[in-house]
């Protein structure tokens, strides 16, 4: 099958499976799995920030990245296809007891112009603002790219009026791809950042969040909270690290094939797909005279692997695992299923 659903479906590769075996393992509850150590100390160099947190799950990091930054009972503004809200269980109300603020944009890039006039004080009716959320690169928004200057001014202006920002990077190494950067740069302004190690970077599990030291180590007392104590955790750190060294070099071949993805998709008939950035493509099918879910099916009958994640509009993730020619099997095969739609 060529499964074009989701960058999290890529597998550990050789080196990664190797390193996983013969990791250096102590308790990580302890503080004393000298591989998990090396991941965290690792992830914060490469961020530019003062330390690091190994997380199972990309939720738990910005569930903890966000409840460091907030108290019970303010409000989260984020835009209105956010993850944290539409895709990780109202993680933010159940574990952090805020309200999100969902402010609706054309591509999911939020701007201070759009928000300023949301951001609340505390004042004696309304809920403060505890946090910005910006999510980078915004998956329901095709994978779009924050430009620099929208989250630099965003980080300037709130912490102006003593707001935090959170980063969900669960893709922030395809944001620098894209915008010729170093991950650092894109994040050297929020507070806390969360980035996945198990979606392009190709590890089996695991994400990290960061920020300076004194909140990470709350955030190890967040994590065992929420079930994420790990014990000999160097298993999956090991991959984590790997990840970290071969992971962002593929991920202009994976921007690539989104590209080519989009050409053929715009020479379709009855397809409108969305502007493409990164690894994400989005398109309508509505015209097709049948649902996404049908769509799905039959290209699942001919060995392709692809979400619609409303009636109308379908997904292609690019990934390590798919390569070029894949890519124009599945393209194929999505064209035969569109010519079979005609009536």
Known sequence: M???????????????????????VGD??????????????RAAEILGKEAALFVPTGTMGNTIGIKLLTEHGQEVICDSRAHILDWELSMLAWFSGCLIRAVPTDNGILT??????????????WAPTGVIELENTHNMGGGRVYPQAVIDEICDEAHAVGVPVHMDGARLF???EAAGRPVRELVAKVDTVTFCLSKALGAPVGSMVAGPRHLMDKG?????RLGGGMRQAGVLAAAGLIALEEGPGGLETDHANAQYIAGRLGQMERISVFQVETNIVIYDVSATGRSSKEISAA????????????D????????RDVSRAECETAMDAL????RSTRT
């Open 312 to 319: 109308k509009l379908m997904r292609a993730v690019t990934h």
């Open 2 to 24: 060529i499964d074009l659903r989701s960058d999290t479906v890529t597998k550990p590769n050789d080196r990664m499976r190797r390193a996983m075996a013969e990791a250096e």
């Open 299 to 310: 290209l699942k009958a001919r060995g392709v692997l692809m979400n619609g994640f409303t």
């Open 112 to 125: 201070w112009d759009g928000i300023k006039g949301l951001v609340k004080p505390v004042g004696p009716h």
């Open 28 to 41: 990580d509850v302890y503080g004393e799995d000298p591989t998990v150590n090396r991941l965290e100390a």
């Open 220 to 224: 190890r007392l967040l994590r065992k």
């Open 335 to 338: 064209e035969e299923v569109v």
């Open 174 to 176: 395809n944001a620098a």
